[in-house]
């Protein structure tokens, strides 16, 4: 994912040595109204102040910073205004970008344990003819055998 910079150049942004697997700006978005919606519990409320710690801290307060004042997580509108500065800011300031994934990847496995859980299985004298694979949440391409 490239983007473009501040300075006008493009890049991938850097990571701080943090791999994130299968995670990316646009997932990591969908965690915050995973978080927003998940506050009554302490996994979802623990993200969601998580999260605005990390705005803050990136950006900072006042002119050019993400914070217009509190949020109030069960208010959709203010919600998805939150995340789509969220967004602008991700997709041109790589640093913010690493900060969103950095928590997206820190709070993503307690945030979709509060949503669901997925067991899967073969049983009940199944035969298996090639790979088996089981999945919930596919945040990418899954590929089979070579590509053409």
């Known amino acids: 994912m490239d983007l473009a910079l501040a300075d006008g150049r493009s890049g991938a942004p850097r990571r701080s040595g943090r791999t994130v697997v299968g995670m990316d700006i646009d997932a990591a978005l969908a965690l915050v109204s995973t978080a927003a919606g998940s506050v009554a519990t302490a996994a979802g409320q623990h993200a969601w102040d998580a999260l605005l710690s990390v705005v803050r801290r990136v950006t900072g307060r006042g002119a050019g910073s993400l914070d217009d004042g509190p949020v109030d997580p069960a208010d959709e509108g203010q919600v998805q205004a939150l995340t789509g500065r969220i967004a602008e800011r991700a997709r041109t300031d790589a640093v913010f970008a ?42 990418g391409d899954v590929t089979f055998g070579q590509a053409p």
């Open 98 to 139: 690493d900060a969103l994934l950095g928590w997206a990847a820190d709070h993503r496995r307690a945030l979709t344990a509060v949503t669901g859980d997925t067991h899967n299985s073969i049983a009940g004298g199944a035969v298996t003819n090639g790979p088996v694979v089981q999945l919930r949440d596919v945040h």
